[in-house]
């Protein structure tokens, strides 16, 4: 999106495949540059609409923005979780369509920003690695507390646990990527689950470690 002047919004959909999954429609926020003849017709007359129409665009383009490295992942397929994958954005570092890279001797960051259907005292993660479909947990990481990840939805502000149901947080973690890794094709498996092991979200990405 090339800088400069005021931007005009307009709605188109379209659908995409999300390795070999249809994924659901989605709603894509394209922009348009304005002609000098519509900014003529914002006069001083109509500063409130103005202001609008600039508030407007720029709170577009900020979700644009926000939304513009969202990691294409995939449902958890044996797994029914309280958040559906459709609302969740999941960033994972350096990695907007899979096979992700995850380099040892490297640490890999992942953000995750959902809403709770219901009130969730705590939160523990479950990740592996699915190589031949044998669940190979990654170390330092499986089985630890999610709760000291939670932020607030301006990803900043901690909230830890526990989460209130209708409240946006994000998820904020990193893990290292050992040396002793081989080098291989796998498949990620991450999982935030409540008490008595409910999912409360859970999602794929194929990945490569290198």
Not at 16 to 39: C, K, N
Not at 114 to 132: G, R, Y
Not at 143 to 171: H, M, Q, R, W
Request: glycine residues 6%; hydrophobic residues 35%.
């Amino acid at each position: 999106i090339a800088s400069g002047g005021v931007r005009k919004k307009t709605n188109s959909q379209t659908s995409f495949e999300t390795y070999g999954r249809p994924a659901e429609i989605v709603t894509i926020i394209t922009y348009l540059p304005l002609q000098s003849s519509d900014l003529e017709k914002i006069t001083p007359s109509s500063s409130h609409h103005r202001d609008e129409v600039v508030f407007g665009a720029v709170l577009a383009l900020s979700c644009a923005f926000l939304y513009a490295e969202a990691t294409e992942v995939k449902a958890c397929p044996s797994t029914k979780s309280m958040v559906p994958i459709s609302e969740n954005t999941i960033d994972i570092s350096n990695c907007v369509k899979g096979p992700c890279k995850l380099k040892r001797k490297t640490n890999v960051s992942i953000n995750q920003k959902f809403t709770p259907t219901e009130d969730i005292k705590s939160l523990t993660t479950t990740v592996f690695a699915q190589v031949l479909s044998l669940p190979l947990p990654f170390i330092g990481v499986d089985g630890t507390s999610a709760c000291d990840y939670i932020f607030a939805e301006d990803g900043e502000t901690k909230l830890g646990c526990p989460l209130k149901a209708g409240v946006p947080v994000v998820y904020k973690r990193s893990f290292p990527v050992l040396e002793i890794y081989p080098k291989m094709s796998l498949t990620v498996h991450w999982e935030l689950q409540g008490r008595g092991s409910k999912s409360v979200t859970c999602f794929e990405v194929p990945a490569k470690i290198v």
